[in-house]
């Protein structure tokens, strides 16, 4: 069983649109999450960490829920530019100290 | 401020060769990681480096190690390659240990295995 488990997708949606999509993970002892962003051919970047109360930036939700152990994330009123695939990360060690888990990816298109 | 650096940025190799992938961390960041992203899958933790100690390794053969200096730069080493050791390796750096530090990668080494 992999670690991290994401809906690969594609998710193809028009402009303006909102778009959701979930990651599970199996280590009940895991301690921090993120989302991470990654477009074609370049490198991970952060795009947000998600507490256990969830957080919003912007137009981004993050959602955790610990009991059943998966995380969300919500893309409000889509822009052409969100194009890309998102990486859910878990932390899988302590506070202190870090082993990242990474999803596969979940690939979003945002189309004119 | 310059970002986390790797080089080379491409690499084709032979079966059985050895391969040496260079990191400079963003200045002040103390921890390094190294992982491998296959085409298709998120990025596999292969180690992290902090203070020029190992504090972490991933599931790989013993045929990938690692060293941090005391600049902190950092260096993967693979020894004899496979088809399947094809992939983008990327490199991370961190302010410290904390799994609550955000991850900077640099833009990767493309490494082709023939």
């Known amino acids: 069983r992999k670690e991290v488990e994401q809906d690969p997708g594609p998710f193809n949606v028009p402009e303006g649109a909102t778009v959701a999509f979930n990651c599970t993970y199996s280590n009940s002892a895991s301690q921090s999450f993120f989302w991470y962003r990654q477009d074609c051919r370049k490198e991970p970047k952060l795009l947000m960490s998600v507490y256990s109360s969830g957080n919003e930036d912007g137009r981004f939700t993050a959602q955790l829920n610990r009991a059943s152990q998966y995380i969300s994330l919500l893309i409000r009123d889509s822009k052409l530019s969100d194009s890309a695939t998102y990486l859910c990360v878990v932390n899988e060690v302590g506070a202190n100290d870090y082993k990242l888990s990474f999803g596969a990816g979940t690939t979003v298109t945002v189309r004119a | 401020d310059a970002g986390v650096t790797q080089s080379p940025t491409h690499l084709i190799k032979t079966r059985g060769q050895h391969v040496t992938l260079r990191c400079s961390p963003i200045s002040g960041h103390k921890s390094v990681s190294w992982y491998q992203q296959v085409l298709g899958q998120g990025p596999q933790f292969i180690f992290q480096y902090y203070e020029k100690e190992e504090r972490g390794r991933g599931n790989f053969p013993d045929r990938f190690s690692a060293r941090q200096f005391p600049n902190y730069s950092s260096e993967l080493n693979v020894n004899a390659l496979l088809l399947g050791d094809s992939a983008l390796y990327l490199c991370?750096?961190?302010?410290?240990?904390?799994?609550?530090?955000?991850?900077?990668f640099g833009p990767g080494t493309r490494l082709t295995v023939l």
């Open positions: 991370a750096s961190s302010l410290g240990t904390s799994g609550y530090n955000e991850q900077f």
